[in-house]
T-cell receptor
Framework: GIQVEQSPPDLILQEGANSTLRCNFSDSVNNLQWFHQNPWGQLINLFYIPSGTKQNGRLSATTVATERYSLLYISSSQTTDSGVYFCAVGASNSNSGYALNFGKGTSLLVTP | DTEVTQTPKHLVMGMTNKKSLKCEQHMGHRAMYWYKQKAKKPPELMFVYSYEKLSINESVPSRFSPECPNSSLLNLHLHALQPEDSALYLC???????????FGEGSRLTVL
């Protein structure tokens, strides 16, 4: 199946700082999503972004499909941004059909 | 309303018990998924249903038995589980086998 690598694995920021999370994938994809998993385990949809650039408030994402990577930007971080950020991809030619395969995540801690 | 509802939120069961996890969506989505997530790991795909038919079974042990009674409901029947099956079980849905996945809050299972 498609390999998904996220970096960095762990990140500690002071409130107000900016950060960039990266997701590399090993094959062509027709689905790419970024999620934030809160401490209670819920996966919150951030972006559905198989290609292009999107912005939502302090968050933005860019996927360069031809170069097989995606970036998630967090600006002016807040303590509520803490949690695990997952990149997940899907491809029609994978063994799992169109279902999403997840990277290992980036664990973010924002301190006051 | 982009909501996937899972019940129960928490479940404790013995190794000889039979229980079920339930998932419901009213977004008109035609694909539904079960994922399993162990602590500090990414979600792993278990099953995919497309148009109420099982399309993917990721070599899951037979003690997990999925059921899709209609396009809005997805069940996961549990029998003779092992303590290592303790995990967060996440249900998701998408419009079809492509498109954005939406996850429920999860059912946290403990097997004693």
């Amino acid at each position: 199946g498609i390999q998904v690598e996220q970096s960095p694995p762990d990140l500690i920021l002071q409130e107000g700082a900016n950060s960039t999370l990266r997701c590399n994938f090993s094959d062509s994809v027709n689905n790419l999503q970024w999620f934030h998993q809160n401490p209670w385990g819920q996966l919150i949809n951030l972006f559905y972004i198989p290609s292009g650039t999107k912005q939502n408030g302090r968050l933005s994402a860019t996927t360069v499909a031809t170069e097989r990577y995606s970036l998630l930007y967090i600006s002016s971080s807040q303590t509520t941004d803490s949690g695990v950020y997952f990149c997940a991809v899907g491809a029609s030619n994978s063994n799992s059909g169109y279902a999403l395969n997840f990277g290992k995540g980036t664990s973010l801690l924002v301190t006051p | 309303d982009t909501e996937v509802t899972q019940t129960p939120k928490h479940l404790v069961m013995g190794m000889t018990n039979k229980k079920s996890l339930k998932c419901e969506q009213h977004m008109g989505h035609r694909a539904m998924y079960w994922y399993k997530q162990k602590a500090k790991k990414p979600p792993e795909l278990m099953f995919v249903y497309s148009y109420e038919k099982l399309s993917i079974n990721e070599s899951v042990p037979s003690r997990f038995s999925p059921e899709c009674p209609n396009s809005s409901l997805l069940n996961l029947h549990l029998h003779a589980l092992q303590p290592e099956d303790s995990a967060l079980y996440l249900c998701a849905s998408s419009p079809g086998l492509t498109g954005e996945l939406f996850f429920g809050e999860g059912s946290r299972l403990t097997v004693l």
